[in-house]
């Protein structure tokens, strides 16, 4: 299994990262040991120092930064023969993808935003040599979501970057980073993946039925993340059916502002669900490290009061963080759903996202006209930007129920 196979759909992409790892081995065989040989040996090298990676949700920008800093790492005998690194075998590989590696770090963040401490602490660990392995790597998840304040400061290290560090950054868009900083970069943009190579995936990598793999690559669109855990969560299913039920229910004011609660209280409970199986567990661990012994009544020693009532804010804006996440997803099946609709209105052959609820979509398709149907899809999107700008969820969405509802 080389670092490459769970990247779907994206072969000019790997190409492109496959021969720069090449050019990076070569680069760090040439400098043996001496670190500041490598940068003058870099002449005309498909590698560099900063990447970007771009690409709609679930296209996979994280996997393609995992996989490429494995095979930055890989240490296979193989590659001194010809072969390419990324073997997904060695041990640099290995520790590499499962987040093990003493020279990789992984950024991904549950909270609103990235600030300025998390990103001087990365930086200065951008600074040190590798540790073992052939570079220092530093993949950020969510580079969109750094503050202005933490885009500065990555700036600084973007610019004047240590000799065998390189920095991965993820993005949706070009936008979403700042110009400064993408300016410093090279720019890989993925594809959504085909439906049949996400259906493929599921099977092969998570054991999921045929049908129900390609009935989830489909629904989501060629979202990976999102397929899987809508073949593997039935509560993921029921949600969903739940959201497509609404342009159904906004036949009269009562109806919108019912369906409106719904969607809000929908998402708490998933939040909830997730502060579940999340919060418990580090709350323990963090009572065990600071030396809450069994039998003192679970009394916290004096003087750590503070790291625990860190965590709880912590918590309490990832749970934030959660809920809005899950409501963006649903506004974002409603999309597909009106989608589908006036794929239906046009008489295009297009492939329907949501098939499943074909009666439907016929149903609101035969009620109304391509006007009506691209006006509902512009108030999910006004919905979703007034979310993006604070504005209070439940208003939010009411104000779109309504719209729906009026067309």
Known sequence: MAVWDDLVGQDRVIEQLAAAARDADALVTAAGTDASAAPEAAGASRMTHAWLFTGPPGSGRATAARAFAAALQCVSPDRAT???????????????????????????????????????????????????GRWQVIVLEDADRLTEGAGNVLLKAVEEPAPRTVWLLCAPSLEDVLPTIRSRCRSLTLRTPPTSAVADILVRRDGIEPELAVRSARATQGHIGRARRLATDERARARRAAVLKMPLRVADMGGCLKAAQELIDAAAEDAKQVAEEVDTKETEELRAA??????????????????????????????????????????????????????????????????????????????????????????ITACRQALDRNVAPLLAVEAMAVALRAG
Request: charged content about 30%; some cysteine.
């Open 82 to 132: 010809g072969g390419a690194p990324g073997c997904g075998f060695c041990d640099g590989c290995h520790t590499s993808l499962v987040g093990t590696h003493a020279d990789v770090e992984i950024v991904r963040t549950d909270l609103l935003s990235i600030g300025v401490k998390e990103t001087r602490d990365l930086v200065r660990r951008a600074q040190l040599s590798p540790a073992g």
């Open 290 to 379: 600071l030396g809450a012994a069994a039998g003192t009544g679970g009394r916290l020693p004096r003087g750590t009061a503070g790291a625990m009532k860190e965590l709880q804010d912590r918590q309490k804006r990832r749970a934030t963080r959660t809920q809005r996440d899950s409501l963006d997803l649903a506004l974002t099946d409603l999309t597909g759903f009106y989608r589908d609709v006036l794929a239906i209105q046009l008489g295009s052959r297009v492939e329907l996202a949501n098939d499943d609820a074909r009666d439907a979509l016929e149903r609101v398709a035969r009620g109304s006209g391509p006007e009506a149907t691209l006006r509902r899809i512009e108030a």
